[in-house]
């Protein structure tokens, strides 16, 4: 696989009034070119923290990152300069929040905001800058090419006078305005209803397909990463437990915490009569994470090495990587792929 994006042994931390939260702790993620990436995993365990490293726009007084790399076509992100950075933030790699709101300024037309991403970045077919009047133009065909009734009307608008799934829409308009290589979309659903949020991930698939770009979604739905991504990366306690080709993450899965998300979910076939279950305890500390495995205190199978020891990445076939003393050829326990 040819990966556009590969992150390596990736730690960060944050520094609060009470203490340093090491939210990555030695992260390894790969996306290939033209791929869609699934980080999942509950709230706190270190998924958006990953992807936003990417795009360097932390809080960056409070944000340490202690080590690693994140290989962007070749380039260190981690090692490039702001200067440098802006010019690849927006322009190669766009990026989708939860809250549209967020990305967008209240006071000023939507269809004004994607211009000036164009006229920042943005260039006409013969490499020259665009003029205001172009941008603008441009900015109203995006807006009907997410699919935005009477974009004319809707690009004199300002926010607060669309609605959420229709906001939303106008942000994957204005994160895909400069073509982007890598698109990275923050739990880009979460925040509309039902209807709405099959819409938008038809259209971040169309918009993939049509731009040719890769795409990394943060997502705790697995239902999400089921209708889009080719990969999934599970995420706890501020590591990848377990990532895999869709295959290997819904059909073979090997990491107990994994297991316990899929019982978590509905299934339209199979188990569908039997009851949900959930994750019993709390996710981990991660102002004094565990020496060994997070997930210790939630499982069912835990043994004495795994309150000690963090488990090593053990590969289960090219795709498949699961952390989990399961897996240990010395462990007395034996798990077979997708049979806990
Ligand atoms: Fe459970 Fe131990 Fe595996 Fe962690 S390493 S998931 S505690 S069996």
Redesign the pocket.
């Known amino acids: 696989m040819i990966a556009i994006i590969e992150i390596k042994d990736l730690r960060v931390s944050f520094h609060a009034y009470f203490g340093e939260v090491q939210a990555v702790r030695g992260v390894n993620l790969k996306l290939g070119d033209g791929d869609t990436l699934a980080i999942v995993g509950e709230s706190g365990c270190g998924k958006s923290v990953t992807a936003l490293s990417i795009m360097r726009i932390h809080n960056m007084d409070a944000t340490e990152f202690k080590s690693g790399e994140i290989l962007f076509d070749g380039t260190d992100l981690l090692k490039i300069s702001e200067k440098e950075m802006q010019n690849i933030r927006g322009n190669r790699i766009g990026m989708i929040f939860q809250d549209p709101m967020t990305a967008l300024n209240p006071s000023m037309t939507v269809g004004n905001q994607i211009a000036e991403v164009l006229l920042r970045h943005g260039r006409s077919a013969g490499g020259k800058r665009l003029s205001p009047k172009d941008a603008r133009e441009r900015a109203t065909e995006l807006l009907r090419r997410v699919k935005i009734p009477s974009p004319e009307r809707r690009a004199s608008q300002f926010p607060h006078e669309f609605s959420g799934g229709m906001l939303q829409r106008a942000v994957i308009a204005m994160a895909m305005a400069c073509s982007p290589e890598v698109l990275i979309a923050d739990e880009p659903t979460t925040a509309l209803d039902v209807t709405v949020q099959a819409q938008i991930l038809d259209l971040l698939k169309e918009m993939q397909r049509e731009k040719r770009a890769s795409l990394i979604i943060i997502t705790h739905d697995l239902g999400v990463v089921a209708n889009i991504a080719k990969s999934a990366a599970v995420m706890y306690g501020g590591l990848v ?1 377990e990532a895999g080709t869709i295959g290997d993450i819904f059909y073979r899965s090997s ?3 994994t297991r316990g998300l899929l019982d978590s979910i509905s299934r339209e076939s199979g188990r569908k009569n039997e009851p949900l279950k959930s994750i019993e305890g709390t996710p981990p500390d991660l102002v004094n994470p565990p020496a ?5 205190d939630r ?5 004495r ?2 309150k000690d020891r963090l ?1 090593p990445e053990s590969a289960l076939s090219e795709t498949h990587l699961c ?4 897996l240990d050829p010395e462990c007395p ?1 034996k798990i077979e792929r997708g049979k806990l």
């Open positions: 437990v990491h107990p915490y060994g495995c997070p997930f210790t499982c069912e199978y835990a043994m090495v795994c488990p952390r989990c003393w399961m326990l």
